[in-house]
T-cell receptor, first 115, second 110 residues
Framework: GAVVSQHPSRVICKSGTSVKIECRSL??????MFWYRQFPKQSLMLMATSNEGSKATYEQGVEKDKFLINHASLTLSTLTVTSAHPEDSSFYICSASRTESYEQYFGPGTRLTVT | DAKTTQPPSMDCAEGRAANLPCNHSTISGNEYVYWYRQIHSQGPQYIIH???NNETNEMASLIITEDRKSSTLILPHATLRDTAVYYCIVESYNFNKFYFGSGTKLNVKP
């Protein structure tokens, strides 16, 4: 149990376009979802925290107008990278937690390449 | 910010125990210690967590010092598939956020 999926697993987009990444909890209701970014050979960096039905809380230095997060249901959160640039190329990972546990269940990640 | 420090890398012979240390000297009384690992280009995988007592599951054992300022993850019989980056995380009671440190790259060698 406690499986989190992400779609797509890989995406290539042109500079200036927007791309949406989906994160789904497949077999549980996620009260909170988290988005991370990971550059090559670096650790995961927390970008934002989202709770279903409310606005996301962004970490310092993360542009909320560039990285739009929507947590429309207890099983789905989306991250939209708007007006993507090559420096946004990264590995984006989501995680989800449920009320009865502080453990985070991580998705497999999405590799974004902006050309 | 991450509240943990770990050695950047460690080697371990296949079949031997791997002992991965973590310092978390500023941990608060109600903060848990979590261990995750990340195999290349995958999402992190949960290993184990604890508050103050030692814990054991099918994957590993977690030893937390009495003052809770450090802990050790033990993989009792390391295999080549255990080669990964291991992250020790102190879970913030503030919205249960995880701030990852740089982790330890464990190289299991035949």
């Amino acid at each position: 149990g406690a499986v989190v999926s992400q779609h797509p697993s890989r995406v290539i987009c042109k500079s200036g376009t927007s791309v949406k990444i989906e994160c789904r909890s497949l077999d549980f209701q996620a009260t909170t979802m988290f988005w991370y970014r990971q550059f090559p050979k670096q650790s995961l960096m927390l970008m934002a925290t989202s709770n279903e039905g409310s606005k996301a809380t962004y970490e310092q230095g993360v542009e909320k107008d560039k990285f739009l997060i929507n947590h429309a249901s207890l099983t789905l959160s989306t991250l939209t990278v708007t007006s993507a640039h090559p420096e946004d190329s990264s590995f984006y990972i989501c995680s989800a937690s449920r009320t009865e546990s502080y453990e985070q269940y991580f998705g497999p990640g999405t590799r974004l390449t902006v050309t | 910010d991450a509240k943990t420090t770990q050695p950047p890398s460690m080697d371990c012979a296949e079949g031997r125990a791997a002992n991965l240390p973590c310092n978390h000297s500023t941990i608060s009384g109600n903060e848990y210690v979590y261990w995750y690992r990340q195999i290349h280009s995958q999402g992190p995988q949960y290993i184990i967590h604890g508050l103050k007592n030692n814990e054991t599951n099918e994957m590993a054992s977690l030893i937390i010092t009495e003052d809770r300022k450090s802990s050790t993850l033990i993989l009792p019989h390391a295999t080549l598939r255990d080669t990964a980056v291991y992250y020790c995380i102190v879970e913030s009671y503030n919205f249960n956020k995880f701030y990852f440190g740089s982790g330890t790259k464990l190289n299991v060698k035949p």
